[in-house]
């Protein structure tokens, strides 16, 4: 059974707990019997605030929006969880698109209606910070460095709506999103560390977006939607390290034929597929070596190495010494 809500009246039914912590800061929480969810938020400026929101349903829910003409630009950042979205009949924005969990996404969508599509039983947590384009005029210098679609913004120019997947979390954003969450501060200290690190958080996402053009001049044949298929393709190993999917397995999943896979892959990433997996099954064990009692065969056969042999060659080849030397050197 899918939920289906719509409207301030449906928000109001299950919406049970709102609490304004002062006149920067709340929380609402919505309760239902198909499973909970939070929104807090703060704002941080007149033009910029920081939403945090979790939620986890036992059913399907589709949540019902409309987005006013207020020329607000969304950067959101998916933890966990994510959502399909549906936008029917909106002139430059695709029908159906995805936002899943450790990317980030940012975009421009004034004046539409769309629907959320939740799955059952998969818990969602994603920060979002909503900023109008003034917010770039508060700092001095050139804009020449500026994404072309965001000068735009800036220049009041832009006269159509987009929806710009950016890629993974970086390892940058990964640390800033944890210090947003966790947050050590109250009151007016927390506002000011809480802005901090959502420009902090802007700053890694702008010059995400504009490495991921570079990447698109240099090469004569990725697209923008092939280079998002090879950041999932990335995300995939990541998940699946112990028993990664095939070349023309994993081509097949993302959508891209196998050469496509391949070849965009070392140009987005500067190194193979198999080269990626191996470094990061070696970064894995190395870290065991620091921080486990695990022998040397036990840590090659977790990281997914049944030869012992093959896996001393890799570990010194990649960090120029023997696991045991590495493990004797860290005095462990």
Not at 8 to 31: A, H, I, M, P, R
Not at 59 to 73: A, C, L, R, T, W
Not at 136 to 143: I, P, R, T, Y
Not at 163 to 170: E, F, I, K, S
Request: proline share 4%; net charge neutral; with cysteine.
């Amino acid at each position: 059974m899918t939920i289906r809500l719509s409207g301030t009246e449906d928000f109001g039914e299950f919406c049970k707990d709102v609490q304004l912590f002062n006149d920067y800061e709340g929380k609402s929480q919505l309760s239902t019997w198909f499973g909970q969810s939070s929104h807090r938020w703060a704002c941080l400026r007149s033009n910029l605030e920081l939403a945090i929101y979790e939620g986890e349903y036992s059913q399907p829910v589709i949540f019902e929006g409309e987005h006013d003409d207020s020329p607000f630009v969304t950067s959101k950042f998916f933890l966990s969880g994510g959502m399909r979205t549906t936008t029917p009949n909106v002139p430059g924005v695709s029908d159906d698109y995805e936002e899943v969990a450790d990317y980030n996404y940012l975009f421009y969508l004034p004046d539409i209606r769309e629907f959320e599509h939740f799955l059952a039983n998969q818990r969602t947590q994603c920060i979002a910070i909503y900023w109008y384009p003034d917010l770039l005029d508060s700092f001095q210098g050139s804009f020449e460095d500026l994404p072309a679609l965001l000068k735009q913004l800036r220049e009041n120019s832009l006269k159509k709506r987009f929806h710009q997947p950016l890629g993974a979390n970086t390892p940058a954003m990964q640390l800033v999103l944890k210090q947003i969450l966790q947050c050590p501060y109250k009151e007016t200290l927390k506002l000011m560390y809480l802005e901090a690190k959502v420009l902090e958080l802007l700053v890694l996402q702008i010059a995400q977006w504009g490495e991921n053009q570079q990447v698109l001049r240099r090469s004569l044949y990725l697209r923008s939607n092939e280079i998002e298929r090879l950041h999932h393709a990335k995300a995939i190993l990541n998940q699946r390290l112990l028993h990664p999917p095939s070349i023309l397995d994993l081509a097949k999943e993302i959508g891209l034929n196998d050469f496509k896979l391949k070849r965009g892959f070392g140009e987005v990433f500067g190194t193979t597929v198999l080269g990626y997996v191996q470094s990061l099954r070696l970064k894995q064990a190395q870290q065991l070596l620091q921080d486990t009692n695990l022998t040397v065969v036990e840590i090659a056969s977790q990281v997914g190495y049944e030869s012992i042999t093959y896996f001393r060659y890799l570990f010194k080849r990649q960090f120029g010494i023997t696991p045991i030397k590495y493990r004797r050197q860290k005095g462990l």
